[in-house]
């Protein structure tokens, strides 16, 4: 918690600069997600760091915050998109930064929406209406990526 209060003002600015009905698809589309992912993601990358807090924590903090614009992450995600195989999206990258990491795997995780509307669409009306497309593709990527030969641990 005391780590992630150092760190307050820098995701509020980034919170404050994403309306809350943008959606990860459309900010894709309009070539607008990177900054706005990585004003929020690139504290991770800063010096000072964020003792105790990762990716995956920051992403579901955040999550909350702006459902429908902040995917979620976490081993289970990362196994679908990020592998050595070569029909994985993202492969190992030394030295890459999370916020540069994290912008790429919401561009594969938007165009994965965007490719099978109807899917997702049938998907989401099985799931209570507050419920975000990013935490229904959050649960198709948990049961998916927990069998996943291809992956990888960072």
């Excluded at 706005?36 to 903090?61: C, H, N, Q, W």
């Amino acid at each position: 918690m005391y780590s992630l209060q150092a760190v307050r003002p820098a995701l509020e600015a980034g919170l404050a600069a994403i309306r809350q009905d943008l959606t990860l698809q459309t900010a894709v589309a309009c070539g607008r997600h990177g900054p706005l992912l990585e004003s929020l993601i690139g504290v991770l990358d800063a010096p000072a760091r964020v003792p105790g807090i990762g990716l995956t924590k920051l992403t579901k903090v955040l999550h909350r915050k702006r459902p429908l614009f902040v995917p979620l992450f976490d081993q289970r995600v990362k196994a679908c998109y990020y592998s050595t195989r070569a029909n994985y999206p993202l492969h190992p990258t030394p030295g890459r930064p999370e916020a540069l990491f994290f912008t790429t795997l919401g561009a594969c995780m938007a165009q994965d929406l965007e490719e099978q509307p109807e899917q997702w669409k049938a998907l989401a009306a099985q799931a209570p209406n507050d419920v975000s497309l990013l935490r229904i593709l959050d649960v198709v990527a948990w049961n998916l990526g927990a069998d996943s030969p291809g992956s990888t641990t960072p």
